[in-house]
T-cell receptor, first 112, second 115 residues
Framework: KAGVTQTPRYLIKTRGQQVTLSCSPISGHRSVSWYQQTPGQGLQFLFEYFSETQRNKGNFPGRFSGRQFSNSRSEMNVSTLELGDSALYLC???????????FGEGSRLTVL | AQSVTQPDIHITVSEGASLELRCNYSYGATPYLFWYVQSPGQGLQLLLKYFSGDTLVQGIKGFEAEFKRSQSSFNLRKPSVHWSDAAEYFCAVDAGGTSYGKLTFGQGTILTVHP
């Protein structure tokens, strides 16, 4: 069974640009969550989607957004990038959004 | 607000020695509890989980954890550490209810293994 797949794995952007990250969950999983990991703040929850609906959201500015498609694949977008957005962005999937989450290997974003 | 504390930022052990990583949580009810491991440049891998029932849970790679309600702790243990166990370990809590997809993580404990 394939795991959670995130693309791209690495990317470099400059301040002010926007970025879109993609996540394909484990087959049969309908819930996708996104996390930001930085050395200073650790792992922080961004949002969760289930059946194309955002059910939960963390404390991030509106520049961070996401969506989920009918096949459960998800994308997250960060607009007007800031230096502080440099981080490892992790996607996780689960069957129902409760219990154990299965994480992808992450997308490493560097903002210059 | 719920919180997870991992008191040890960095632990160093010799290969073959026993290991205990500490985790304390602050939450009104008994949440779901997890331990994840992360190797450099990688995502998080689930080691074990506790939902209910037997307070001693077994996980992958020879790890186990014990839930102690009275101490609000969920410490991770391994009787004999291997060099491949060197990684960062995260304790996490799921509050349940409407906290869909949201885990609250501790700050992590970096494990170094000396040969």
């Amino acid at each position: 069974k394939a795991g959670v797949t995130q693309t791209p794995r690495y990317l470099i952007k400059t301040r002010g640009q926007q970025v879109t990250l993609s996540c394909s969950p484990i087959s049969g999983h309908r819930s996708v969550s996104w996390y930001q990991q930085t050395p200073g703040q650790g792992l922080q929850f961004l949002f969760e989607y289930f059946s194309e609906t955002q059910r939960n959201k963390g404390n991030f500015p509106g520049r961070f957004s996401g969506r989920q498609f009918s096949n459960s694949r998800s994308e997250m977008n960060v607009s007007t990038l800031e230096l502080g957005d440099s981080a490892l962005y992790l996607c996780a999937s689960s069957r129902e959004g409760a219990g154990e989450l299965f994480f992808g290997e992450g997308s490493r974003l560097t903002v210059l | 607000a719920q919180s997870v504390t991992q008191p040890d930022i960095h632990i160093t052990v010799s290969e073959g020695a026993s290991l205990e990583l500490r985790c304390n949580y602050s939450y009104g009810a008994t949440p779901y509890l997890f331990w994840y491991v992360q190797s450099p440049g990688q995502g998080l891998q689930l080691l074990l989980k506790y939902f209910s029932g037997d307070t001693l849970v077994q996980g992958i790679k020879g790890f186990e954890a014990e839930f102690k309600r009275s101490q609000s702790s969920f410490n991770l243990r391994k009787p004999s550490v291997h060099w491949s166990d060197a990684a960062e370990y995260f304790c996490a809590v799921d509050a349940g209810g409407t906290s869909y997809g949201k885990l609250t993580f501790g700050q992590g404990t970096i494990l170094t293994v000396h040969p």
